[in-house]
């Protein structure tokens, strides 16, 4: 597979399929379990939330899988077993999301997605993983007014692994609004300090959960060695994390100052 602009593989081919099952197939053999090990962080801050049935926007939500986690009780593991089962591999596009809507239980948050993948958001929503979408390129433009209004309902936004190739144009665009809180895992490689001080031109504090997130394993050696550059020149020391074979991450959540006290145990995953 291809190397993106960041050095890393390139995935691109697997957000744009109709249904997740290239998603899922693919990602398993990677061990990609970030979503997983970010749930209970999630789940935390929904909880934590004063808005009595709060409204999440997944940022870089593909088929909405951390809607999914939460929706439809399910672990990663679950989803791998169930998107890669030969009876459900058979199953024609119709019968997949019936299937998947039987999942999905009521009640709880409101779950939005923005993905710049329109047949991910599709399935997303078809499936009742997402309550809303939005099909926008925040980097590069402003929302449209039906973009905003969505926006000016967000309470929470979360994010595993967009941060890197989403800046912060895109979290200052959604922060602008609603004022949402938010939380995002990010890699390691990637710097979350831009995004940090320009939220806190927005009236934010952001601060940094103690711990390190396995994302995935290294899809290859060459790109583990490229990754171990980039880390090297951003002055990030991969001993014992990287230079082990796996992608890890840091939670960083940003809320508007004066904002209750929040504690999370201190987990490596």
């Known amino acids: 597979m291809p190397f993106d602009s960041t050095g890393k593989i390139s995935f691109d081919h697997i957000y744009t399929a109709p249904d997740p099952r290239p998603f899922f197939g693919t990602l398993r053999r990677v ?3 970030i979503p997983q090990l970010a749930k209970p962080y ?24 951390n ?3 939460q929706r439809c009780d399910a672990t990663m593991d679950d989803l791998y077993a169930h998107y890669t089962a030969p009876d459900v591999r058979a199953l024609d596009h119709a019968a997949l999301v019936e299937a998947d809507r039987k999942r999905v239980h009521p009640g709880g ?25 939005i099909h926008a390129d ?21 994010s595993t692994g967009c941060v890197g190739y989403v800046t912060e144009k895109t979290l200052a665009r959604v922060a602008r609004g609603a004022r949402p809180w938010m939380a995002h895992f990010v890699l ?14 927005l009236g934010y504090e952001t601060t940094s ?50 904002s209750a006290p929040l504690e999370f145990p201190h987990e490596e995953g």
């Open 188 to 201: 390691r490689m990637f710097s979350y300090e831009p995004i940090a001080a320009s939220l806190a031109e």
């Open 209 to 258: 959960v103690g711990g390190v997130f396995r994302q995935r394993q290294f899809a290859s050696a060459e790109e583990q060695a490229q990754i171990l550059d980039t880390l090297s020149a951003a002055g990030v020391d991969p001993t014992g994390l990287e230079s082990g074979g796996w992608l890890y991450a840091q939670l960083y959540v940003s809320r508007p100052e004066g």
């Open 138 to 158: 925040l980097e590069r433009d402003d929302p449209d007014s039906t973009q905003q209004k969505l926006l000016d309902d967000v309470d929470l936004v979360i």
């Open 109 to 133: 948050p409101k779950f939005y997605g923005l993905d710049s993948s329109a047949p991910a958001l599709e399935y997303a929503l078809s499936a009742g993983f997402l309550d809303e979408a």
């Open 42 to 65: 999630f789940t935390q801050l929904i909880a934590a939330h004063p808005a009595e049935r709060p409204t999440v926007l997944d940022i870089g939500c593909s088929y909405g899988v």
């Open 67 to 69: 809607a999914a986690l």
């Open 31 to 33: 061990d990609y379990g």
